[in-house]
């Protein structure tokens, strides 16, 4: 599968979900984010990714672009909104089913729970590792409106995995394996799209070339390759970098305290105390010494950014 190669302009993304405030984890991502193609002279866009049916909060959208604006990330050209491009996502779902790479399914989660937790001959006890789609409309119905018909259920679209891994070289964090389990979803029973189909789509749409994400977005990525491949599209480079952790190890949360961008500035913290620190825990600056965004362009290298998970909630941004 084809990367883009060194002579490419470098282009990159900025995707908030306004499903929460941003915080110091968010913040640090998309600051090397930004940074890694800025470095490089290239140009950034910003989505909003705000598809997430219920967990979508009014007003979150303008108050993560308030928040990069003032952490000084900037980005090219207009703003895109995920809501405003569902047409161009089942488009490209009705590109899958075309081609034999996606088919409906009618399965609740409740049912996908239960079969994949059903004692399975030869096993001693149900799978530990989640719910894994086990096929069972695969080849059942001829279309979504067939499956409609049949069943009085309104059917999602599900990719066939006909591969337990798809390994790819990650940026950061080296090779992977690439592990994929099970048919999954790409388009919900509302028509709407699944996180993997419109993140391919607009990364493609957009002429992405690199993305720079937490790392627990890891796992996505050998199921949006396959949709790169099955679409004919091209893949961007991808580097996933640790999340921002509290004192318990686990992801930066409200149980943490509010590491919010908005609390801290409510707090009387300045943007450059904020990017100090951020740039101090990515092992850009060997001190937390506020600094603009702007000032770490020239001497950007990911290879500084420590491997490991780094905290967030003894920031000491307030008193």
Known sequence: MSQQNAADPVVGRLAPSPTGALHLGNARTFLLAWLSVRSKGGRLSLRIEDIDGPRVKPSAAAAAIEDLRWLGLDWDGEIVVQSTR????AKAAQCLVAVGAAYPCVCT?????EAASAPHEGDAQAPSDGAVYPGTCRGRFASLEDAKAKTGRDAALRMRVDLGELPFDDRFCGPQRGAISGDFVVQKRD???AYQLAVVVDDAAFGVTEVVRADDLLPSTPRQLLLYRALGLRPPSFAHVPLVVGHDGLRLAKRHGDTSLRHLRECGASAAAVVGFLAWSSGLRSEAEPCSARELVESFDLARVPKGPV?????????
């Open 311 to 319: 905290r967030g909630d003894d920031h000491g941004l307030t008193v």
């Open 109 to 113: 989660r409740k049912e996908v729970e």
């Open 191 to 193: 028509g709407g799209p």
């Open 86 to 89: 569902l047409e161009v996502y």
